[in-house]
């Protein structure tokens, strides 16, 4: 078994400091450049409503960051949506531009912990959800596009409104010359879409505003880990074996784990290696106990830099953890 390091003073980003980011910082998407690191971290500033923005940090070492700007650089409201929510930034850099996967829930709701399992959401109350006939709780994924790190603009929506679609994730190259980009619809299950629980989907486009019908990648195979459903987790890092991707599993208890799989360089809708057991799973207190979901690691953003491999990941929907494990190693599992 490989040793996954964590950082001995995790967790390493805490909410607090500006009043959008009071209530838990998570899930936080990262990207490397010019010896910096710099983090799109997903901030509630309260529980009533559970509204989330994108806040950016950033740090030379990749452990010790700070807040670049006291206002988020993401947010629903930039999309016309003043009381949603953005979230689990993924970002990458094609082509001399900053390309942000996220996630879009339009309408305000209140959040309220179990303490065990997934919380209780409240959108009933707010009219929005009626108004519009929307499904409650439904989320839309989208990129949004960057020049300078902090001004985002909306680029296009990467998945249909009527349906749940998250845990996008772009592929930071082109695939023969095409755009990737991964996806988990709720909806597509059944005898239909050869799987009884969602799964790992991907799509392409040509321009990055129009995508394909997706393909299956990968379903649920360890029941005891993965049983209710699977995703995307970072972005898929390139290796000469194939991409590597991190994904998360959840059990029928609502533990959030962590599995890896290889992806064909040229064909990633091809599963060519696979860990059958998770590689981590909630062990510290800060990843059994915090304020929105217990029992959570969420890794969304691994960072390759001189041969090791940065994982940084949510804590229980709280704040932000950081671990270490060489590539090496990790791509040893495949052997």
């Known amino acids: ?18 009043s959008w980011r009071k209530a838990a910082v ?17 901030a509630a500033g309260s529980l009533k409503p559970f509204q989330t923005s994108i806040g950016l940090l950033e740090s030379e070492d990749g452990v010790n960051f700070r807040p670049v700007s006291d206002k988020p650089v993401f947010t629903a409201d930039m999309l016309g949506y003043p009381m949603g929510s953005v979230e689990d930034a993924r970002v990458v850099r094609i082509d001399e531009k900053l390309y942000m996967c996220y996630a879009l829930q339009p309408y305000a709701f209140d959040c309220w912990p179990t303490g065990y399992t997934l919380p209780d959401y409240y959108p009933e109350h ?33 998945t249909p409104s009527e349906i749940d679609d998250r845990d996008n994730a772009l592929f930071p190259r082109k695939i023969n010359g095409k755009y990737a980009i991964l996806r988990r619809p709720m909806q597509y299950v059944g005898e239909k879409y050869h799987t009884q629980i969602p799964g790992i989907w991907l799509s392409y486009s040509n321009d990055l505003l129009t995508w394909s019908d997706p393909k299956l990648v990968a379903v649920a195979e360890n029941v005891e880990w993965e049983g209710t459903k699977i995703g995307a987790a970072a972005v898929p890092v390139w290796t000469e074996k194939g991409w590597l991707l991190f994904y998360h599993g959840v059990d029928k208890q609502s533990v959030y784990r962590v599995g890896i799989m290889l992806l064909d360089l040229d064909d990633p809708t091809k599963v060519i290696g696979r860990v059958k057991n998770y590689i981590m799973e909630p062990e510290e207190y800060y990843e059994k106990y915090g304020l929105v979901i217990p029992n959570t690691i969420f890794p969304t953003a691994v960072i390759e830099k001189e041969g090791m491999l940065y994982i940084y990941y949510g804590c229980c929907d709280t704040c932000i953890g950081l671990a270490f494990v060489s590539l090496k190693e990790i791509l040893g599992l495949f052997d």
Do not use: C, H
């Open 1 to 18: 078994m490989i040793e996954i390091k964590r950082y001995e003073q995790n967790p390493i980003v805490t909410p607090g400091v500006y």
């Open 26 to 42: 998570f899930n936080p998407g990262v990207i490397y450049e010019n010896g910096k690191f710099y983090m799109y971290e997903r």
């Open 126 to 158: 707010y009219q929005e959800w009626k108004e519009t006939k929307t499904e409650p709780m439904i989320t839309r994924s989208g990129i949004a596009v960057s020049d300078d790190y902090i001004n985002f603009k909306q680029l296009t929506y990467t």
